[in-house]
């Protein structure tokens, strides 16, 4: 261990037997520890915890109890993992081999009780990675290949096919249920127990099952401190997108022609043009029904 970089140390549970590391850290009698894992400052791993041979625990990295890391997975500076979670492991997917893949998880993340969260695959992106300052509530599962950025907010019982990609500020409610390939735009919400089949809009708010848009997720754009005229230029748009009759592509053109100046605006416009393997969740509004004013 003296040749290794002072931030960075390697300790096994056998050789540090309840022991407090000089550093803060501390790895329980009963946990774990591969020869090979790089454990940063302060790290703390708890009873009966499992950390493989290719893992990086970053300074302050916490595992409370019973929670297993393993495969080429990196873990963020303060974060901290709730027992009997599954961070790294194998995916879920009858085509992987073996092959070498990563997982990542960003700063600060929390991650609760239960969670599961599988390394990449060679077919998708080889990583699955989960942003900085996320919070993954109890029984969340992220597949293979997914791509989680900051800020997300994801509550209990969610679970995701391979390949999702959730952007920065979206939240995703309880029970809800995302297909492969599915792309969820920053800010957006999905209602709790919803199954989405499709791409959901930056901003968006989706409900149902089948989810359907419902409009916009006021509330989380002014709590995110956008002022009213950009939500209102948001609300145009969305009814010109959304809430008129005619050919969709033809109202997109409309939109881009009246409000592509508009930064939150082209933001939407930019993410219904990129490809997609989902296509788009629409608006379903019955007749007579008008989207509130913000």
């Known amino acids: 261990m003296d040749g290794l970089p002072e ?5 096994t549970a056998a050789a540090l037997v309840d022991a ?7 790895i329980h009698p009963t946990a774990l520890v591969a020869p090979g894992a790089e454990i940063g400052r302060g790290v703390r791993i708890g009873p009966f915890c499992t950390v493989g041979p290719d893992v990086v625990l970053e300074d302050g990295v916490q595992l409370l109890s019973h929670v297993v890391v393993e495969g080429g997975t990196r873990v963020g500076p303060g974060v901290i993992v709730y027992p009997f979670c599954t961070i790294g492991m194998a995916p879920q997917d009858l085509k992987y081999r073996g092959e070498p893949t990563r997982c990542e998880i960003g700063a600060r993340t929390q ?24 919070m993954l509530m109890a029984v969340t599962h992220v597949a293979h290949d997914c791509a989680i950025g900051n800020q997300v907010i994801i509550a209990n019982n969610v679970v995701m096919g391979g390949h999702v990609t959730i952007a920065d500020n979206a939240v995703i409610g309880g029970a809800s249920a995302l297909h492969q390939f599915v792309r969820i735009g920053r800010g957006a919400m999905v209602g709790g127990a919803s199954g989405v089949e499709g791409d959901v ?8 099952n089948r989810a359907r848009l419902a409009g916009l997720n006021v509330i989380g754009l002014k709590r995110r401190g956008f002022d009213k005229a950009q939500i209102l230029a948001l609300r145009a ?5 959304f809430s008129q009759e005619g050919v969709f592509a033809q109202r997109l053109a409309q939109a ?6 508009d930064e939150l605006v082209a933001e939407i416009l930019d993410f219904i043009d990129a490809p997609s393997h989902r296509g788009l969740i629409r608006a379903e509004i019955a007749a007579g029904e008008t989207i509130p004013a913000a």
């Not at 881009?256 to 100046?261: L, T, V």
């Open 20 to 26: 407090r590391l000089a550093d803060g850290g501390s």
């Open 256 to 261: 881009r022609g009246r409000y592509a100046s």
């Open 201 to 208: 809009i930056p901003f968006g708010s989706v409900l149902g």
């Open 237 to 241: 748009a969305f009814r010109t997108l």
């Open 111 to 134: 991650i609760r009780e239960h969670c599961t969260i599988h390394r990449g695959t060679v077919t998708g992106t080889g990583t699955t990675r989960v942003g900085a300052d996320c």
């Open 7 to 11: 931030r960075v140390r390697m300790h």
